[in-house]
């Protein structure tokens, strides 16, 4: 996974564990930690889906981006 800004090594370890994670092994975490656990792996995915936004709308801009030079580029 690729290193996101502000995100410190444990909270990445942290997202991975959480994406990776099987849903029994999931279900079992969940029914053993408290609600702080709970919000915090909430704001580690809404991190990561901001991010994955972000990762779409430039991927979005540069195929946007390459059609358009495309027509000026003798290929």
Do not use: P
Not at 32 to 55: I, K, P, S, T
Request: charged share 30%; net charge negative.
């Amino acid at each position: 996974m690729k290193q996101y800004d502000g995100l410190s090594e444990e909270d990445i370890n942290n997202l991975n564990f959480i994406v990776n994670a099987s849903d029994e092994v999931l279900r079992d975490w969940m029914n053993h930690v408290g609600e702080d656990d709970l919000d915090y792996a909430h704001e580690l995915l809404e991190m990561l889906r901001y991010r994955l936004l972000d990762l779409a709308a430039e991927q979005s801009e540069l195929s946007e981006a390459k059609n358009f030079l495309a027509r000026y580029v003798n290929s």
